[in-house]
Protein backbone atom coordinates (compact mmCIF):
# COMPACT_ATOMS: atom_id res chain seq x y z
CA UNK A 1 0.00 0.00 0.00
CA UNK A 2 2.89 2.34 0.81
CA UNK A 3 4.15 1.59 -2.60
CA UNK A 4 0.96 2.15 -4.13
CA UNK A 5 0.15 5.65 -2.30
CA UNK A 6 4.39 6.64 -3.14
CA UNK A 7 3.30 5.94 -6.88
CA UNK A 8 0.07 8.19 -6.84
CA UNK A 9 1.76 11.10 -5.14
CA UNK A 10 4.80 11.00 -7.62
CA UNK A 11 2.11 10.48 -10.61
CA UNK A 12 0.08 13.67 -8.78
CA UNK A 13 3.43 15.73 -8.81
CA UNK A 14 5.05 15.40 -11.76
CA UNK A 15 2.77 16.95 -13.86
CA UNK A 16 3.17 20.46 -11.72
CA UNK A 17 7.28 19.53 -12.32
CA UNK A 18 6.85 19.70 -15.55
CA UNK A 19 4.42 22.43 -15.63
CA UNK A 20 7.14 24.87 -14.19
CA UNK A 21 9.50 23.70 -17.31
CA UNK A 22 7.01 24.65 -19.52
CA UNK A 23 6.31 27.71 -18.08
CA UNK A 24 10.13 28.83 -18.44
CA UNK A 25 10.29 27.62 -21.96
CA UNK A 26 6.80 28.62 -23.25
CA UNK A 27 5.99 32.18 -24.92
CA UNK A 28 3.59 35.03 -23.52
CA UNK A 29 1.07 33.49 -25.44
CA UNK A 30 0.61 29.93 -26.85
CA UNK A 31 -2.26 27.60 -28.70
CA UNK A 32 -4.77 26.57 -26.15
CA UNK A 33 -7.19 24.60 -28.16
CA UNK A 34 -7.42 22.48 -31.41
CA UNK A 35 -9.44 21.48 -33.73
CA UNK A 36 -9.37 17.41 -35.07
CA UNK A 37 -7.45 18.32 -37.68
CA UNK A 38 -4.86 19.67 -35.41
CA UNK A 39 -5.22 23.03 -36.23
CA UNK A 40 -4.62 25.84 -33.45
CA UNK A 41 -8.05 27.92 -33.32
CA UNK A 42 -7.27 29.81 -29.72
CA UNK A 43 -4.67 31.52 -28.37
CA UNK A 44 -4.06 31.66 -24.98
CA UNK A 45 -2.06 32.64 -21.66
CA UNK A 46 0.94 30.31 -20.93
CA UNK A 47 -0.24 30.08 -17.82
CA UNK A 48 -3.35 28.08 -18.96
CA UNK A 49 -0.41 25.34 -18.60
CA UNK A 50 -1.50 25.22 -15.22
CA UNK A 51 -4.93 23.98 -16.05
CA UNK A 52 -3.53 19.84 -16.39
CA UNK A 53 -1.89 19.65 -12.92
CA UNK A 54 -4.95 21.24 -11.46
CA UNK A 55 -7.08 18.79 -13.09
CA UNK A 56 -4.77 15.58 -12.51
CA UNK A 57 -4.61 17.10 -8.69
CA UNK A 58 -8.70 17.27 -8.28
CA UNK A 59 -8.60 14.02 -10.01
CA UNK A 60 -6.67 12.61 -7.45
CA UNK A 61 -8.50 14.45 -4.75
CA UNK A 62 -11.81 13.01 -6.13
CA UNK A 63 -10.37 9.65 -6.44
CA UNK A 64 -8.85 9.43 -2.78
CA UNK A 65 -12.45 10.73 -1.36
CA UNK A 66 -13.74 7.83 -2.79
CA UNK A 67 -11.70 5.53 -1.18
CA UNK A 68 -11.53 6.77 2.05
CA UNK A 69 -15.49 6.62 1.69
CA UNK A 70 -15.37 3.03 0.26
CA UNK A 71 -13.13 1.64 3.62
CA UNK A 72 -15.43 3.86 6.22
CA UNK A 73 -18.84 2.57 4.89
CA UNK A 74 -18.10 -0.99 3.47
CA UNK A 75 -17.92 -4.36 5.63
CA UNK A 76 -14.98 -5.34 3.06
CA UNK A 77 -13.90 -1.58 2.98
CA UNK A 78 -10.18 -2.21 3.01
CA UNK A 79 -10.46 -4.90 -0.17
CA UNK A 80 -12.55 -2.84 -2.06
CA UNK A 81 -10.44 0.05 -1.91
CA UNK A 82 -7.44 -1.68 -3.22
CA UNK A 83 -9.75 -1.60 -6.50
CA UNK A 84 -10.04 2.42 -6.17
CA UNK A 85 -5.94 2.65 -5.28
CA UNK A 86 -5.14 0.99 -8.84
CA UNK A 87 -7.93 2.94 -10.87
CA UNK A 88 -6.30 6.48 -9.52
CA UNK A 89 -2.85 4.86 -10.73
CA UNK A 90 -4.23 3.96 -14.09
CA UNK A 91 -6.06 6.99 -14.45
CA UNK A 92 -3.50 9.54 -13.30
CA UNK A 93 -0.95 7.94 -15.55
CA UNK A 94 -3.39 8.56 -18.61
CA UNK A 95 -3.83 12.04 -17.75
CA UNK A 96 -0.12 12.73 -17.32
CA UNK A 97 0.88 11.30 -20.37
CA UNK A 98 -1.90 13.48 -21.88
CA UNK A 99 -0.74 16.82 -20.18
CA UNK A 100 2.74 15.90 -21.38
CA UNK A 101 1.51 15.98 -25.20
CA UNK A 102 -0.30 19.12 -24.77
CA UNK A 103 2.37 20.82 -22.88
CA UNK A 104 4.76 20.07 -25.77
CA UNK A 105 2.18 21.00 -27.84
CA UNK A 106 1.57 24.53 -26.58
CA UNK A 107 5.08 24.80 -26.64
CA UNK A 108 6.91 24.19 -29.95
CA UNK A 109 5.04 23.15 -33.12
CA UNK A 110 8.16 22.04 -35.08
CA UNK A 111 7.49 18.63 -35.03
CA UNK A 112 5.24 16.68 -37.53
CA UNK A 113 1.87 17.22 -35.96
CA UNK A 114 0.00 14.73 -37.95
CA UNK A 115 2.59 11.99 -36.64
CA UNK A 116 1.95 13.31 -33.38
CA UNK A 117 -1.66 13.42 -33.29
CA UNK A 118 -1.71 9.78 -34.44
CA UNK A 119 0.92 9.11 -31.54
CA UNK A 120 -1.31 10.95 -29.21
CA UNK A 121 -4.41 9.12 -29.81
CA UNK A 122 -2.93 5.36 -30.29
CA UNK A 123 -1.02 5.54 -27.12
CA UNK A 124 -3.65 6.88 -24.77
CA UNK A 125 -6.15 5.00 -26.34
CA UNK A 126 -3.82 1.77 -25.69
CA UNK A 127 -3.74 3.06 -22.42
CA UNK A 128 -7.19 3.35 -21.41
CA UNK A 129 -7.74 -0.34 -22.74
CA UNK A 130 -4.74 -1.70 -21.14
CA UNK A 131 -5.93 -0.22 -17.63
CA UNK A 132 -9.28 -2.18 -18.59
CA UNK A 133 -7.26 -5.13 -17.98
CA UNK A 134 -6.18 -5.18 -14.04
CA UNK A 135 -9.62 -3.72 -13.69
CA UNK A 136 -11.45 -6.51 -14.67
CA UNK A 137 -8.88 -9.13 -13.23
CA UNK A 138 -9.74 -7.32 -9.66
CA UNK A 139 -13.70 -7.00 -10.23
CA UNK A 140 -14.92 -10.52 -9.15
CA UNK A 141 -12.41 -9.96 -5.86
CA UNK A 142 -14.80 -6.86 -5.28
CA UNK A 143 -17.39 -7.60 -2.03
CA UNK A 144 -20.81 -6.31 -2.06
CA UNK A 145 -20.61 -2.49 -1.59
CA UNK A 146 -22.77 0.49 -2.13
CA UNK A 147 -19.66 2.67 -4.29
CA UNK A 148 -17.49 0.37 -6.63
CA UNK A 149 -18.18 -2.51 -9.14
CA UNK A 150 -20.59 -3.31 -11.24
CA UNK A 151 -23.63 -1.97 -9.43
CA UNK A 152 -27.03 -2.24 -11.44
CA UNK A 153 -30.28 -2.34 -9.43
CA UNK A 154 -29.97 -6.16 -9.96
CA UNK A 155 -26.62 -6.92 -8.92
CA UNK A 156 -26.68 -5.40 -5.52
CA UNK A 157 -29.73 -7.47 -4.55
CA UNK A 158 -28.25 -10.42 -2.79
CA UNK A 159 -24.59 -11.77 -2.02
CA UNK A 160 -25.29 -14.43 -5.08
CA UNK A 161 -26.00 -12.28 -7.35
CA UNK A 162 -23.55 -9.62 -6.84
CA UNK A 163 -20.46 -12.35 -7.04
CA UNK A 164 -22.07 -13.59 -10.27
CA UNK A 165 -22.11 -10.35 -11.87
CA UNK A 166 -18.97 -9.23 -11.01
CA UNK A 167 -17.17 -12.31 -12.34
CA UNK A 168 -18.78 -11.62 -16.16
CA UNK A 169 -18.30 -7.82 -15.51
CA UNK A 170 -14.90 -8.68 -14.94
CA UNK A 171 -14.36 -10.75 -18.25
CA UNK A 172 -16.39 -7.92 -20.21
CA UNK A 173 -14.09 -5.38 -19.43
CA UNK A 174 -10.68 -7.84 -19.76
CA UNK A 175 -12.46 -8.15 -23.23
CA UNK A 176 -13.24 -5.22 -24.35
CA UNK A 177 -9.52 -3.75 -22.97
CA UNK A 178 -8.02 -5.98 -25.66
CA UNK A 179 -10.65 -4.89 -28.16
CA UNK A 180 -10.00 -1.33 -27.25
CA UNK A 181 -5.96 -1.94 -27.56
CA UNK A 182 -6.74 -3.48 -31.13
CA UNK A 183 -8.50 -0.66 -32.09
CA UNK A 184 -5.66 1.82 -31.31
CA UNK A 185 -3.63 0.15 -33.28
CA UNK A 186 -5.65 -0.62 -36.48
CA UNK A 187 -7.20 2.94 -36.41
CA UNK A 188 -4.42 5.85 -34.96
CA UNK A 189 -7.10 8.82 -34.90
CA UNK A 190 -10.31 9.68 -33.53
CA UNK A 191 -11.48 6.88 -34.51
CA UNK A 192 -9.97 4.53 -32.05
CA UNK A 193 -11.62 7.01 -29.19
CA UNK A 194 -15.18 6.77 -30.65
CA UNK A 195 -14.23 2.77 -30.64
CA UNK A 196 -13.53 3.19 -26.69
CA UNK A 197 -16.81 4.85 -26.46
CA UNK A 198 -19.05 2.15 -28.42
CA UNK A 199 -17.07 -0.72 -27.00
CA UNK A 200 -18.00 0.63 -23.07
CA UNK A 201 -21.44 1.36 -24.06
CA UNK A 202 -22.13 -2.51 -25.60
CA UNK A 203 -20.41 -3.42 -22.26
CA UNK A 204 -22.55 -1.42 -20.05
CA UNK A 205 -25.35 -2.72 -21.84
CA UNK A 206 -24.89 -6.58 -22.16
CA UNK A 207 -23.22 -6.04 -18.25
CA UNK A 208 -26.58 -4.69 -17.38
CA UNK A 209 -28.54 -7.58 -19.33
CA UNK A 210 -26.36 -10.44 -17.49
CA UNK A 211 -27.31 -8.74 -14.40
CA UNK A 212 -31.09 -8.78 -14.70
CA UNK A 213 -30.68 -12.35 -15.84
CA UNK A 214 -28.49 -13.16 -13.01
CA UNK A 215 -30.78 -12.26 -10.52
CA UNK A 216 -33.80 -14.45 -11.69
CA UNK A 217 -31.43 -16.89 -12.32
CA UNK A 218 -30.41 -17.07 -7.94
CA UNK A 219 -34.19 -16.43 -7.34
CA UNK A 220 -35.28 -19.51 -9.63
CA UNK A 221 -32.28 -21.62 -7.70
CA UNK A 222 -33.55 -20.18 -4.43
CA UNK A 223 -37.00 -21.13 -4.81
CA UNK A 224 -36.28 -24.51 -5.84
CA UNK A 225 -33.68 -25.13 -2.91
CA UNK A 226 -37.23 -23.94 -1.01
CA UNK A 227 -35.51 -20.73 0.58
Request: charged share 20%.
Amino acid sequence: MKRSRLIIDLLTLFPFAAAMIALALAPDEIPAHWDFSGAADRIGSKWEILLWPGIILLLRLLLGWTEKLVRAKDREGEKNARYITTSTIAALALMDFLSLYFMRFSISRDFDIDDYNSAVWQISMSLAGLSMIPYGNMLPKLRLNSTVGLRTRYSVKNEETWALCQRFGGKSMIAGGVVIIICAQLMPDIRSFIALLAVTAIMCIVDCRYAKWAYYKTLGSREEDGQ
